[in-house]
């Protein structure tokens, strides 16, 4: 099985900054991976997949990159309604394992 | 655009059984491998098992505390895929949903199954 490492597992940062937030495979993946955001009671978003690919309908300050085993997720400049967790998950062989997930909010 | 809808989540009983279903449409449903997850109340989500396409032969993997008492089936004329949950515990307690990675990652809104006495 390929486990995912996700870190940090929490994280507060102020309006505006740039965040980042990575997941390293245990293995290669290729670039078969996707990002997650959950906010509280609600179903979990896809963000991004194919580790780069910004899904319709996501804010441009969003961005996924890396392949293989290591891969970030970019917030260019947090805004408040980001608070969340955020999930990565590998597609490239079955279990498609998650990351831990960041719980991410704001200082 | 992909859409998924889960249904049939239920509260029922330790050693209990229930079927999931979610139906799917916007895509090519046949030609899709399809997936469960679940996320337990409070916690992170975990990949429940897959069912490849039936040119892929149809074949099955599940998450290591579900094997041997879940299976995943799917019925291309209805666009369905089911979860046939059986010898159930406290700790399958959580939302389910169904989701596909054919093209992007795409999930239902999940469907509530409650485990308890």
């Known amino acids: 099985d390929i486990q995912m490492t996700q870190s940090p597992s929490s994280l507060s940062a102020s309006v505006g900054d740039r965040v980042t937030i990575t997941c390293r495979a245990s293995?290669?993946?290729?670039?078969?991976l996707a990002w997650y955001q959950q906010k509280p009671g609600k179903v979990p978003k896809v963000l991004i997949y194919?580790?780069?690919t910004l899904e319709s309908g996501v804010p441009s300050r969003f961005s996924g990159s890396g392949s293989g085993t290591d891969f970030t997720l970019t917030i260019s400049s947090l805004q408040p309604e980001d608070v969340a967790t955020y999930y990565c998950?590998?597609?490239?062989?079955?279990?498609?394992?998650f990351g831990q997930g960041t719980k991410l909010d704001i200082k | 655009d992909v859409q998924l809808v889960e249904s049939g989540g239920d509260l029922v009983k330790p050693g209990g059984s229930l079927r999931l279903s979610c139906a799917g449409s916007?895509?090519?449903?046949?030609?899709?491998?399809m997936s469960w997850v679940r996320q337990a109340p409070g916690e992170g989500l975990e990949w429940v098992g897959r069912?490849?396409?039936?040119?892929?032969?149809?074949?099955?993997d599940y998450a290591a505390p579900v094997k041997g008492r879940f299976i995943i089936s799917r019925d291309d004329s209805r666009n369905t895929l089911y979860l046939q949950m059986n010898s159930l515990k406290t700790e399958d307690t959580g939302v389910y949903y169904c989701?596909?990675?054919?093209?992007?990652?795409?999930w239902g809104q999940g469907t509530l199954v409650t485990v308890s006495s």
């Open positions: 989701a596909t990675y054919t093209s992007g990652a795409s």
């Open positions: 916007g895509f090519s449903f046949s030609r899709a491998w």
């Open positions: 069912i490849k396409s039936k040119t892929d032969g149809e074949t099955t």
């Open positions: 293995q290669g993946i290729s670039n078969y």
């Open positions: 194919t580790a780069s």
């Open positions: 998950q590998e597609y490239n062989s079955a279990p498609y394992n």
